[in-house]
């Protein structure tokens, strides 16, 4: 590991240690062995040093034993889809360390006791600005997209019941359908890999003629995981309404990078992931409804203890009560201005991607499956005709690409993989994109690739 990596990681270890001096010294006022506190500072103080000479010997390897540290954002390019956006901020790196006591959300909660209600921290104006940046009414923060999906599926869908899914759909949406007893039904992509509101329709349609019942849910991606393709959401919202079948719109890859306006959508749920689209820590997501399906996705308990008598009034059932419950949450906080911010700047983001992908295409025989121009920093790529013919007669096969490209220090394509693969070019500065454009032409021409390169 780079030394200046691993002195950062040391010395907030050291502080780490700092702090918990201070914890034990309770009830005292001070550190309760002044001795061992002022070691403890000298030695962070040589870290600090080493720091910034970048000199030293790595003393410390593993956390808890076990743990390695993990520094592939401080040490690599990385270019790994579903990790992009994800990527904390440094207000969410500080959450996480100030609030990473279990229920360290809970220290002012009052009556109601539920999570959506605390004021202290700001918990319940999240919620409301959360809402108001989807242009939804209501919204609970959930742990992952994943379980946005299950709460409405669980809500909405009764066994047998049939729901319409893209044909690009993430398994996710499959295992939350499943999980309520559905059956899912898929719309066909058109000839450009787009779901559209036609095919949606007739899906509808057949699914109707079939069981001679509509459909209990509609569940489209706004940008799918295998091409980053832009789905009709609107049109489909539309269709949704001529039919009265509720809709949601999976916005896993748009919701913390791009602008997301659930009413203008139509949608009737607006599910977010917080781990992979709104730099926050795993498992966080966001479920957005209207006042239509408040009610319904996010009743309250009921049930009444048979010896007790007992009854959790405002608790909500598909919440489980209280759902992130400590720094996940508060990260998630944290960041949102910075979400909120960077959403506005999505026309950059897709022009370094278009960048990106224009370089590669210079490279001859290499092709993008993603729909082209790009509308999204993720792409799927196709170098069965360039890096690919490469890694037929390399001894390390495929994997020549992924050497060559940790040597330059680039991770997060699927190692090994020369024909259809994905890359995401999402929060790189330009000089990162810049440096990954020439570094992929590089490659090509170390192997005697042809690049075409345009006029720059
Ligand atoms: C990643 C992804 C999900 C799952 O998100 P989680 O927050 O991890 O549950 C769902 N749908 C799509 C389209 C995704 O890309």
Redesign the pocket.
Known sequence: MDIRVQKTFEALFALEDIREMLRRSLPGTGPADMKSFKEQIRQTRSILDDLEAGSGNPQITKIGGTLGIRSREEEYVNIQP?QAAGRLTPEARKALIAYGDGYSTCDSCRKPFRLDKISKPPIADFHQELADFLNMDTVRVVP???RGFQAVTSSLVKPGDQVIVSSLA?Y??FLAVEAAGGIVKEVPLDENNIITADGTAEKIESVISETGRTPALIMI?HF??QFANEHDVEGIGKVARQYDIPFLC?G??TVGVMPVDGKKIGADFIVG?G??SMASPAPS?VLATTDEWADIVFRTTQMKGDLTNRKFGVKEVEMLGCTLMGSTLMAMIASFPAVKERTQNWNVEVKKSNFLIDRLLEIEGSAVLSEYPRKHALSKVDTTGSFDVVADHHKRRGFFFSDELSRKGIVGEFAGATRKWKLSTYGLSWEKVNYLADSLQEIAETHELKVNRADR
């Open positions: 579903i992952g997209a994943r993430h996710t949406e991606d799918d995981y999976n896993a890859y992931s781990h992979k997501g």
